[in-house]
């Protein structure tokens, strides 16, 4: 077993400002996807502009500030909200729902998309091949937070959460690896050759949702809510479960429209 890594989440501290390492996270993420939907108009001659992908970003950080921290609230922190409301708005200090950005992100995108006059899912397929990148920039995020501490485990890479003595699964990583470079390479991959409005953004539910029940699977669940459905069944899985199966029914309809319009 090793210790875990005493990180400080401040990484910069002038006078009274500090800049943690969390929001840092969140910033190499926004950049890494911001680069890879520029490489993506570039290599595939696709119509969205400069100004476009910058207000495609404009609304969906917006949306994952908002929606992730509004989320994370309501789904795990209720009682964190109750003991100090304004506890909310801290974001820097961690703690943001998945579930809950992306549905902030699909309100911000769907703003934008509709005051561009393009179609939802077309603006989705665009930019979901590169959202895993942001996603896995956060988990790293979490681990330096130490938080999304894993289950009691012996296996030889287990750490020493802080202020314990038991070995757990380094979850977090877990999650950053999942998350991120292999949703990402299965997306990229996927995304390459041309496919039916929807297929993307369907394959990208179907594909998160698969990775993030594998993961919680090692992942300790918030103590506060514990297990949900038979002793075994996380929050993160519950909300997880919805995606494969919506995913699902967007590929499969966006190939069943597309095989009708070319009969």
Request: glycine share 12%; aromatic share 16%.
């Amino acid at each position: 077993m090793w210790h875990y890594p005493a990180i400080d989440p401040v990484a910069i501290s002038i006078g009274p400002f500090s800049i943690y390492w969390y929001a840092i996270s969140y910033l190499v993420g926004i950049g890494l996807v911001w680069w890879t939907l520029k490489y993506r108009i570039r290599i595939y001659g696709l119509k969205w502009t400069d100004e476009d992908l910058s207000d495609i970003i404009f609304y969906a950080v917006l949306g994952v500030l908002i929606g992730g921290r509004v989320g994370y609230v309501f789904f795990y922190g209720q009682e964190m909200l109750r003991l100090d409301p304004l506890a909310a708005l801290r974001i820097w200090e961690g703690g943001m729902s998945f579930h809950g950005g992306l549905i902030g992100v699909l309100v911000g995108i769907g703003a934008f998309a509709w005051r561009k006059g393009v179609t939802f899912f077309e603006l989705t397929d665009f930019i979901a091949p590169s959202i895993p990148l942001g996603l896995g920039s956060g988990r790293i995020g979490n681990f330096i937070n130490a938080e999304l501490p894993g289950r009691v485990t012996e296996v030889p890479w287990a750490l020493v959460y802080p202020g314990e003595i038991v070995g757990r699964h380094p979850s977090s990583l877990y999650q950053a690896l999942l998350e991120g470079p292999v949703l990402f390479a299965f997306l990229w991959v996927f995304a390459m050759k041309p496919r039916p409005t929807m297929a993307v953004s369907g394959m990208f539910l179907v594909g998160y949702g698969s990775v993030r029940i594998c993961s919680e699977f090692f992942r300790e669940p918030d103590g506060h809510i514990g297990f949900v459905v038979f002793d075994w069944v996380t929050t993160g899985q519950l909300l997880s479960l919805p995606m494969i199966i919506l995913g699902v029914g967007f590929v499969a309809y966006s190939y069943l429209r597309n095989n009708q319009k070319n009969q």
